[in-house]
């Protein structure tokens, strides 16, 4: 970013995700609270919380007006999505919420955005979409897996604009990653 807060010549790391306002936020770390008492590693605060769509990498500054405009297509639907297990990662050493299905609908809108996206020349992730809340990193043993004692709070809950679409940027910083959304979208 240049002084002005807009994007400047070098990349961007990013990447689009379901966002959650403030409320969901709130109630997502509510919902994981206990879950989370319990790991052994890096807690992810819940200003980070979000739910990666399509993850982009290193963007040329003169390409982010691009995916602005993507992003403001619109015709993304809301779906419901219930965070009702825990999961380990190993490889990333991650505790993650996830859902025990993956709705028709999430995999449609991840396949309607890299239709949108492809043509600007990104690489579409080859591993099926699965979406996850990270809750923790950097675990230093695996916690106990299960199923939170709470259902989260779906995308879907009650107002729409509570979760939306963002492009959004990630910044490392020495107490890890830090996301920002550039640009965000209501869903239909």
Do not use: C
């Not at 590693?41 to 405009?69: D, K, M, S, Y």
């Not at 579409?124 to 675990?139: D, G, N, V």
């Not at 259902?151 to 107490?175: C, M, Q």
């Amino acid at each position: 970013m240049n002084r002005n807060g807009e994007p400047g010549p070098h990349p961007l790391r990013l990447f689009f995700a379901l966002w959650p306002g403030p409320a969901h936020r709130q109630a997502l770390a509510a919902a994981t609270a206990r879950a989370v008492s319990r790991v052994d590693g890096q807690v992810v605060p819940p200003g980070n919380f979000h739910i990666t769509l399509a993850f982009l990498g290193a963007v040329p500054g003169r390409t982010f007006v691009h995916l602005v405009e993507i992003g403001g297509q619109g015709g993304y639907r809301s779906f419901e999505l219930d965070f009702d297990r825990l999961e380990y990662w190993p490889k990333p050493r991650v505790y993650v919420a996830m859902p025990a299905r993956v709705p028709p609908e999430g995999t449609a809108l991840v396949e309607q955005l890299w239709q949108r996206i492809e043509p600007l020349g990104f690489a579409r992730e080859t591993r099926p979409w699965r979406p996850h809340l990270t809750l923790a990193r950097k675990l230093r043993r695996p916690p106990p897996e299960g199923l939170l004692p709470e259902p989260g709070p779906r995308p879907s809950d009650g107002d729409p604009a509570r979760w939306g679409l963002a492009l959004v940027e990630s910044v490392t910083h020495p107490d890890g990653a830090r996301y920002r959304p550039l640009a965000e979208w209501p869903l239909d």
